[in-house]
């Protein structure tokens, strides 16, 4: 067995936490992102970069297993650098975040190699799956067990579906 390659990532151990670098030009975005992020037993914000030069080297720096990347940054665009690092580090997954909801900004990231995209109008939550789904973590089934069953239980005066 030989030396695994920079941004290889391995077997995900029991407990063991996503590494996430966050890559926003807004400082109050990034550390509203930061603060929903750290709420999560499974995620862990190893890094913040404001433009990507400083994302590209910190990714060199602190191989994270997940990058959340800005598409409008000053210098180079996140596609450009998303383009970058999954060239040089192609385990490393990055996921697309930006207000635009045209299809095409979601298809330029994809295209540059991104694993995900999102919006920033969308619900907090979806930006936790997808970094959970990028690397592999199962996520629960957000059914209910047959305990908490509508069907099964009463229903009380404050039940939306009526008598």
């Not at 298809?107 to 690397?135: E, F, N």
């Not at 973590?137 to 939306?160: K, T, W």
Request: glycine content about 10%; hydrophobic content about 45%; aromatic content about 2%.
């Amino acid at each position: 067995a030989g030396a695994k390659a920079p941004g290889s990532s391995p077997v995900r151990l029991a407990g063991q936490k996503v590494r996430v670098l966050l890559v926003y030009d807004h400082k109050m975005v990034r550390d509203g992102l930061s603060l929903l992020l750290q709420e999560e037993a499974d995620l862990e914000v190893v890094g913040m970069a404001a433009d990507g030069e400083s994302a590209m080297t910190l990714v060199r720096q602190l191989l994270p297993e997940v990058v959340v990347m800005d598409v409008n940054l000053p210098g180079m665009s996140g596609i450009e650098v998303t383009r970058s690092i999954v060239k040089v580090f192609p385990r490393i997954k990055v996921i697309g975040l930006s207000m635009f909801e045209e299809p095409e900004v979601a298809d330029a990231m994809r295209q540059a190699g991104a694993s995900a995209y999102t919006t920033k109008s969308g619900p907090p939550g979806a930006l936790v799956l997808a970094i959970r789904s990028c690397v592999g973590v199962e996520v629960a089934d957000p059914a209910p067990p047959a305990s908490e069953d509508p069907a099964r239980r009463g229903r009380g005066a404050g039940d939306a579906d009526g008598p």
